[in-house]
């Protein structure tokens, strides 16, 4: 889709990129290939696309033998999908906010995403409330989130959405890139990641996932108290940010959590 393709439909439907929803379109033809590549569809699978747009990717997804869902909240843009793409058998589109209908949309193997970024965290946290999280996803980020996603422990980017992904997932920071691709250009510098599902994580159940994301939450909410104050019989490394991925999966299961504080 070339900007004056993008310029033209907002144009003839009245539309203007709404920054509220983080409406920055794809318009370099490279950078989308590129994007549908790293996520490499296989014949048969169910694609799940967040935040369609215009289609920018949508269009090269269908070139797939797959079954695409787009989850697309804003209803100008779902008039356009429709009329672009409603005729196909293997697209459905799903009007709403993605944050509450990806944990039950139907069918999800891999997931993509040139993401709203003001509710990037949300999205992506809403990958780990489906009964079986996607086993990959590519997603374009803020840039800073992508360093959040990846940050290793002792970093001031290691916060509990890196731990949650990265029990989860394997994360990989493919590239970065300037807001020269997409119109309008966003103020912030983006980065695309991809996530693989890890072999060894967790066998949470969905609910169970939900609450250990919220016990990492809540542990480094608070950063500067120790964590012995908060579980007395504790006896790990002594804040947050010093736990790896693993240390957090052990303290989530200790017995003795039950009567902590942290709950
Ligand atoms: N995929 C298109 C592209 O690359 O050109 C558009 C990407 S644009 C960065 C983000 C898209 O997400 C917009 O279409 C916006 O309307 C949509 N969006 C924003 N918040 C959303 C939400 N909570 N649920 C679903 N879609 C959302």
Redesign the pocket.
């Known amino acids: 889709m070339t900007l004056t393709e993008i310029k033209r439909i907002l144009a003839a439907r009245n539309l203007r990129p709404?920054a509220s929803?983080?409406?920055?379109?794809?318009f370099d033809q490279n950078i989308c290939r590129q994007l549908v590549a790293w996520l490499a569809p296989a014949a048969g699978d169910r694609v799940v696309e967040?935040?369609?747009?215009?289609g920018?990717?949508t269009g090269l997804l269908l070139g797939h033998e797959i079954h695409l869902t787009a989850?697309?909240?804003?209803r100008g843009?779902c008039a356009q999908l429709r009329e672009t793409f409603g005729a196909r058998a293997n697209f459905t589109l799903v009007e709403?906010?993605?944050?509450a209908t990806l944990p039950a949309v139907s069918g999800c193997d891999r997931v993509i995403?040139?993401?709203?970024y003001n509710?990037s965290t949300p999205l992506l946290v809403a990958l780990l409330q489906r009964p079986a999280p996607p086993r990959r996803g590519v997603f374009m980020l803020q840039k800073e989130m992508a360093a959040r996603l990846g940050a290793a422990p002792r970093t001031k980017d290691y916060g509990a959405v890196s731990v949650l992904l990265q029990a989860y997932y394997h994360i990989e920071l493919l590239r970065t890139l300037g807001g020269g691709v997409f119109y309008p250009a966003p103020a912030v510098a983006s980065a695309v990641v991809r996530l693989t599902l890890r072999d060894d994580r967790p066998a949470f159940a969905a609910g169970r996932r939900r609450d250990f994301y919220q016990f990492v939450r809540q542990g480094f909410s608070q950063r500067r108290k120790k964590l012995r104050n908060l579980i007395p019989q504790y006896t790990g490394p002594e804040r947050a940010e010093e736990l790896t991925v693993s240390e957090w999966r052990e303290l989530f299961l200790a017995p003795s959590r039950q009567d902590a504080k942290l709950i």
């Open positions: 709404l929803l983080g409406q920055n379109f794809l967040i935040g369609p747009g215009l920018a990717l989850l697309e909240i804003d843009l709403g906010d993605a944050v995403g040139n993401l709203p509710v």
